[in-house]
């Protein structure tokens, strides 16, 4: 989180905060909620971020090098779910909400010339 890596008990309970997050954008995604793909999105783009801020700020530490190794390899597979989640989110929120915008000016034009 952040860019900082947890070790021993802080590690366990920032495992923990991030498994109920992640059940709660699961059981929000499930039923329909918008703002559960909305936080989906902005969690998954937090999490590549912190990868790039700690490989970009621990890059010259050579005791950290297999960290970085890591980071560096799980940073695609991130990215990747974070497009999914871009995309999926993008149809289902913005196309959308742009839909119902436009069919509520329809109804409003409709509304004055009668």
Same mark, same amino acid.
């Given at each position: ?9 802080? &590690?366990? =309970?920032? /495992? ?8 709660? *954008?699961? #059981? !929000?995604? $499930? ?8 936080? &989906?999105? =902005?969690? /998954? ?8 801020? *700690?490989? #970009? !700020?621990? $890059? ?10 890591? =980071? ?10 974070t497009?999914? #989640? ?24 409709l509304?004055?010339?009668?």
């Amino acid at each position: 989180m952040g860019g900082l890596k947890f070790y021993g008990a802080p &590690a366990a =309970a920032v /495992m923990a905060m991030q498994a109920v997050i992640i059940w709660v *954008f699961a #059981v !929000g995604i $499930f039923s329909g909620r918008r703002w559960a793909l909305l936080l &989906a999105l =902005a969690y /998954m783009t937090e999490v590549v971020l912190s990868h790039l801020f *700690f490989i #970009v !700020g621990n $890059f010259g530490d050579p005791t950290q090098l297999a960290h970085i190794q890591r =980071a560096a390899l799980e940073g695609p597979a991130a990215v990747m779910i974070t497009l999914y #989640v871009w995309i999926r989110a993008n149809d289902l929120l913005f196309v959308e909400a742009a839909a119902t915008t436009s069919e509520a000016r329809v109804d409003s034009k409709l509304a004055a010339r009668l």
